[in-house]
């Protein structure tokens, strides 16, 4: 295991104000007229859980530009209630793989209007929504917001319900895409039974955004193809048994879970009965106990077609910190934030405590701090786990990653992800969520910008 060395110091950090100020330049930049782009070399598309992520940052800065870019995505739900992982322009459809052609969404059965994926992303929509709309609740009651948004999220979690929980209750992801964290650790069991020898050729328009060292490999691109193709072969009707990899995610469940409790929220703010809401995400917890590792203090993953336990910790596992105490099962919460600040993760009693969240456990002999989500510290991750030690009471534990949290960003041009110990940038750069949720944390200091 390496974490390499220190390139950075506080003394070469920008101050709060300039970080804010950078911060809201990238969302301005990166803004389409109706949703933000997550990068506009690398992702020139709409990705589902990145607007989710936008619009919680873009809230402070203008409330209305936030609910357009949930109003966007949620605008290309398919029949079946899902919402698809990306929302293509076609206009630039030779800057990513797969493209909008790939997919061929408009002969798909149940697609939108908009060429889109058939695949999905984590459920942090709902949550997102609420918070949005607790930011305005009269600009969004006067764009009545949430009567929009509350059906459409129902649908969704509706599909996940029914058409992604098997008998064990759980969401499974049948592509590490919807994951949103590609090449995890987590996935390298299930991904050695899928064949690397696509139909398609396969083009690698990222590596002209981004050096090979710091994206999946072409050996890891080749299986992510052939899933594609065949879920996209099969209508995307999430009805082939021999799919190959069929994996029960803890961060799709845990963000599952909380955005459960965010539609219970939505209903009651709109006269409804939250507490068939509260009831579904207390079952979700319970059905999450499956996936309790007690030796490694997370959450892990769960293979369907082997039934046995993927036992790597990464930052996923740590994500049901954002649910309340009562929620949890006994002792839960505690055991969490053990881990969360130990070795494995943010080592707060260690000598070299890292700026950010790793994405993989910091002990893990094949931990990488510069190759995507095998080591490298992100800052939605990072940001969900500093709410998760809010909500159980360490207010002043999360506070003291903010400034740098933020300030590194700053200093790195906004990167995707970063090195967690030094800070050092990685990925593409000008990221839109991590612009986002910069605002968000210094959001105390965030000026008010006109309403688009």
């Known amino acids: 295991m390496t974490t390499g060395t220190t390139t950075g110091t506080t003394d070469t950090l920008p101050d709060s104000t300039t970080a804010l100020g950078a911060a809201s330049a990238v969302l301005r930049r990166n803004w389409g007229g109706a949703y933000t782009v997550p990068a506009t ?7 589902s859980w990145d607007s989710a992520f936008i619009a919680i940052g873009l809230r402070h800065l203008s409330p209305r530009r936030a609910q357009l870019e949930l109003d966007s995505l949620l605008s290309s739900q398919w029949a079946d209630g899902r919402l698809p992982q990306i929302v293509y322009d076609t206009r630039r459809d030779d800057d990513y793989a797969p493209s909008a052609a790939f997919w061929g969404s408009a002969e798909l059965p149940g697609s939108p209007p908009v060429p889109t994926t058939g695949l999905v992303q984590p459920p942090v929509h709902a949550w997102a929504v609420w918070l949005v709309h607790a930011q305005d609740p009269a600009e969004s009651a006067r764009r009545r917001f949430l009567q929009r948004a509350y059906p459409r999220l129902v649908a969704w979690h509706r599909y996940l319900r029914e058409r992604r929980a098997a008998t064990d209750g759980l969401v499974a992801v049948v592509h590490p895409w919807e994951s949103g964290t590609d090449n995890s650790p987590l996935w390298d069991d299930a991904l050695s039974r899928v064949p690397g ?15 090979a060292g710091e994206r999946p490999s072409g050996k890891e691109y ?3 193809f052939w899933l594609a193709e065949r879920y996209r072969d099969h209508d995307c009707a999430d009805v082939d048994p021999d799919h190959p990899f069929v994996v029960d995610d803890p961060t799709t469940n ?9 539609l219970a ?4 703010a709109l006269g409804h009965d939250g507490a068939p809401h ?7 917890v319970a059905a999450m106990e499956a996936l309790w590792d007690a030796e490694l203090g997370v959450y892990v993953a769960l293979d369907r077609h082997t039934g046995e336990l993927v036992r790597k910790a990464t930052v996923g596992g740590l994500l049901a910190l954002l649910l309340p105490a009562d929620v949890l099962p006994p002792g839960r919460a505690d055991a969490l934030v053990r881990t969360a600040l130990g070795p494995r993760f943010l080592d707060v009693d260690g000598t070299t405590p890292p700026v950010m969240v790793p994405s993989y456990d910091a002990t893990a002999d094949d931990l990488d701090p510069a190759l995507y989500w095998r080591g490298p510290a992100w800052f939605n991750m990072t940001w969900l786990v500093l709410q998760g030690l809010r909500v159980h009471g360490l207010e002043d534990l999360a506070e003291r990653y903010v400034a740098p949290m933020a300030l590194t960003a700053a200093r790195e041009g906004f990167p995707e992800y970063v090195n967690p110990w030094t800070g050092a940038g990685h990925g593409t750069r000008s990221f839109s969520w991590t612009a986002a949720l910069v605002v968000d944390l210094l959001a105390d200091d965030a000026p008010p910008t006109s309403q688009p």
Do not use: N
Request: aromatic share 8%; hydrophobic share 40%; no cysteine.
């Open 41 to 47: 070399g690398l992702y020139p598309h709409q990705w």
């Open 222 to 224: 080749g299986k992510y």
């Open 265 to 268: 929220d939505i209903a009651e």
């Open 278 to 284: 509260r009831a579904e995400a207390a079952r979700i």
């Open 254 to 262: 845990a963000l599952w879970a909380r955005s459960e409790l965010a």
């Open 197 to 211: 020898t696509p139909r398609a050729s396969i083009d690698r328009p990222d590596l002209r955004h981004a050096s």
